[in-house]
């Protein structure tokens, strides 16, 4: 039963310090998103990657927030430095485009990293 | 104004009960919509697309009017375990699925 993996699956940190969130999208998927969850906003997509590339972070603070894929097994997220305000569930997803091409029908998500910065 | 926008609910309901969500979306151009399903303090999970013609699986149908721009999920014959938010989900035809959610709405199914 192939799932998304994500760690750490809790973390409590200070502001001002780096988080750094990890993923590993289910083998063979070669699309990877990165969302957030609050109770206020609901889920919001912060980056989007297909074949290692980034394709849309539009919806990420880019003064403070950073998401590479550095193989096609690994995405990480960081946050540095850490503000209050970004606590929430982070979570990955991954799909498959045949060819690289098209959209990918289902998103499967992994378990989240729930963060909590004081 | 959010571009999906849904009840938050909660919904309560017996067991048994037929019970209906809808949700409406901002943007005409939208191609795509589903119905996602996320249990307390666990990921979502796709529970089914929605089509122009409609679509059913088991206990629960979807449906979806463009011209009024908004997407219903119907289930009937309630069981305690549907109790869930669920979340509308729709993305625009851009050439890769960026998904926009709603908040969710969620159901307690009552013994």
């Known amino acids: 039963d192939a799932r998304v993996t994500q760690t750490p699956r809790h973390k409590v940190t200070e502001m001002g310090q780096e988080v750094t969130m990890r993923c590993q999208p289910i083998l063979g998927h070669n699309t990877v998103f990165w969302y957030r969850q609050t109770m206020m906003q609901g889920l919001e997509l912060l980056a989007y990657?297909?074949?290692?590339?980034?394709?849309?972070d539009s919806g990420m603070p880019k003064d403070r927030f950073s998401a590479e894929m550095p193989d096609a097994t690994l995405a990480t997220l960081k946050i540095q430095p850490s503000e209050p305000r970004d606590s929430a569930v982070y979570f990955c997803a991954s799909g498959l485009v045949p060819d690289g091409r098209g959209a990918t029908d289902t998103q499967y998500f992994g378990p989240g990293t729930r963060l909590t910065v004081l | 104004r959010k571009e999906v926008e849904q009840d938050p609910g909660p919904f309560n309901v017996p067991e048994g009960a037929t019970v209906a969500f809808n949700c409406t979306y901002s943007?005409?151009?939208?191609?795509?919509f589903f119905w996602y399903r996320q249990d307390c303090r666990k990921e979502p999970k796709l529970l089914m697309s929605v089509y122009s013609s409609g679509n059913e699986d088991g206990r629960f149908t979807a449906q979806l009017n463009r011209a009024s721009q908004y997407i219903s999920l119907l289930i009937r014959d309630s069981k305690l375990s549907d109790s869930a938010t669920y979340l509308c989900v729709v993305s625009p035809n851009t050439g890769f699925q960026k998904l926009v959610f709603g908040t969710g709405t969620r159901l307690l199914v009552s013994p």
């Open positions: 990657f297909r074949n290692r590339a980034p394709l849309d």
């Open positions: 943007n005409s151009a939208s191609q795509s």
